[in-house]
């Protein structure tokens, strides 16, 4: 096969390299026919739905069964990835909890924390009940991720030792002191001095997902028969136990999973005391007896890794926070991550497999279509991409959404200023903004250097209606300041991260905006880029407030003055009295924010001076009581607020198990559809000032990536390690990198496109 394979690469290679770069052609002939997205139950009834050509994809990898029925499939194939996620044994560290009040719990013990630990099988689990798709977790951080782990304590730090863990149990004083079985709280223990026995664990196991149930029963088994520790378990689904366990945080024990972003900042999401508060992301650190903070030293050090001005700080304090979360505190039990596949239909050609997300990604939904299937009565090419979760939302709100299921419908609705190439995850890429320059500001009010992001906005951006797709007005900058400033005082939202450090925002006009942070990171370029929300919603999201502002002692420029009235979202107008002079933001005057602990933004900094006896009236849009809450943004119905900035609107909906969201595709969306033969998805600047252009293209890049995998198939059993999904681009030779791929990609060799206008 090798020396076959030999003589057409390299007439391949050098047909490419005589090509034209500058031929252009028209795009394929293929049009977006739209994407259903069905919700079901578990991981098997949406796995079924594949297997019976039901759904196209799903929005989870497979199991090692459901890998062998992958294999004997005529129609599906197979993408491997590495999964930005991590599945664990959350354990909560609070003080007490719910059911046991005035109890000291057991799991705020740290010596009962790392017995838990040390009791826990993670090869059994990822070599048995996984068969292999997974790799172990020491620390919290995703298998991709592991580079940046501290050398000790992610390094087998808890080994799995039964009687290791029974003696630390009985050195902390938990031990079966009156001998029938089941271990005593300690004499003296908070709520129970006397040391009767231990009252039952509560241990929450999803039953909705197959490897977190066997994982999860076997550990209660281990606990009871082996630890010898009383456990009252309840295996149910999401549904049941998600408000239990992030909402009342009334649990000791939660087989829970995650899955990240790119960067294990995500470790100041999950561990530091900001985010404690009803369903918030951290609900597992806690609280002492008193009300403070379990552990002040890692919030500190989450801080130093959230604030990192470069990699070298950033990765030090990553090192620093694990080496608290795992060696000094056990705050909670790593398992594994996923390393495994995503199966998908043969008929569904143009996939991009993410690094470390695999399939389901905004880059497969742009180029992705559907050929016909001989088998079926129906002309599939004419049907809309069907799409499948593993589970129901349990919202679709953008700014409070917290479910991975939620996101299967919001992420195709939504865009953000920047995005990431998707084969190296370390290289940003444009959006929505078509460039952004990073520098930084003197703040004199604190005397520090703070970082300042300008954002170039693309000027073919739409917002599109729901139900009708109807393209209602361009996004400008107008959006992003109505976004951070919506989001900005309501600090229990899931997404507040967007806003919590801008200190100011100056819009320079439609298309640029300068957000000025009110510290130094080199994570704050990315934090107001998404979510975003159209200004239009702001009439009903905001309440219209007036504001008359006696002048008692005389203003001189650079003076404040603090509204006592609610956050400002947006000034609607501002007019100096007697004379009725209106004041110009940005002229006369400034917004600033106040940061912890109210974050409100209504300090206003005069740049006029102004005399006793003058009164200046404010007219603003205020956050309303509904803020962000409900099921839909602000309470209202999805067909009021689910705008559409990306390449899909939302057409129906219906919730909950057994329902759906049928998305349409918008006609506007600024990258169109992508010619086929766009493989590595690399963006190209164009050298000059700011904003610079760009462009993707179809070249040389591609047609090595293409060469790579060339006679490669994705459809067989094991998948060789050169299959590239990416590369399978034609509708004939399916599952199969071959000649008629190449011709595709010739065809639209030196192709342009994405270009801002």
Known sequence: MKKATFPIVAILMMTLLLFSPTFVNAYSPRHCKGLDVYFYASDDKAFGALLAGTVDMIQWSVTYEQYLDACESTDLELAGFSENGMMEFDVNNNYTIADYPGIRSPTNDVEFRRALAQATPKAFFVNVIINGFAEKLDCPLCAPQKGYGNETCCNDYYPYDLDAANARLDAAGFADTDSDGIRNYPVGWPGRETGPNM?????????????????GTLYVSILTDDLHIPVCAVYDTSDVIYPIVMDARNYHIYTGGWNFGRYPTYLWGLFHHDNWYVGGSDYITGEDENGNPNYPDLDAAL??????????????????SLGLIVCKYCVNIPLWSYKSYWAYSKYLVGVVNEDGYGLENTYTFLNAYKVDNPDTEVDESQEPIKFGTINAPKALNILDSTWYFDYATLDRLSGSLLSVNPYNLALDQPWMAQDWYETEWFDPQDNETKTKVTYYL??????????????????????????IWYIYPQTTLWN???????????????????????????????????????KLLEPLLC???MCELPIVDPIVPSDETL????????????????EGIPLVEGEDYEVFATGTPDYCHQEIHWLIPLAPGETIVFWYWAVNAAGGSGY??????????????????????????????????????????????????????????????????????????????????????????????????????????????????????????????
């Open 199 to 215: 009252d039952c664990l509560k241990v929450y196991v999803r039953s909705d997902h197959a490897h977190r149930l066997a994982a």
């Open 303 to 320: 801080d130093e890794l959230y604030y990192a001005t470069d990699m070298t700080t950033f990765t030090a304090a990553v090192k620093k």
């Open 458 to 483: 693309r000027e073919d951006v739409w917002w599109h209606a729901p139900e009708s797709g109807e393209a209602i007005q361009k996004f400008t900058a107008h959006d992003v300041a109505f976004s």
């Open 496 to 534: 507040w991260a967007m806003a919590k450090d801008v200190h100011h925002t100056v819009i320079i006009d439609d298309y640029t905006i300068e957000v000025y942070f009110d510290s130094l990171s080199m994570f704050h370029k990315y934090a107001p880029t998404a979510p975003l929300l159209p």
């Open 543 to 545: 309440d219209q407030v």
């Open 563 to 578: 509204l006592p009235w609610d956050s400002i979202v947006q000034i609607i107008n501002v007019t100096k009295y007697p």
């Open 632 to 757: 839909y943004l602000g309470g209202l119905d999805w067909s009021n607020t689910l705008y559409s900035s990306g390449p899909y609107y939302i057409a129906d909906f219906s919730g909950g198990v057994g329902g759906y969201a049928i998305l349409n595709c918008v006609d506007s969306h600024f990258l169109g559809k992508p010619p086929l033969g766009e493989i590595d998805w690399t963006w190209y600047w164009v050298a000059g000032p700011y904003p610079r252009s760009g462009y993707f293209q179809v070249n040389l890049y591609d047609a090595v990536a293409l060469l790579k995998a060339y006679c490669a198939r994705g459809d067989t059993c094991p998948v060789p390690p050169n299959w590239f999904p990416g590369a399978d681009l034609d509708g004939y030779d399916l599952g199969h990198v071959g000649l008629y791929d190449a011709v595709q990609l010739l065809t639209n060799y030196g192709k342009k496109f994405g270009s801002p206008p």
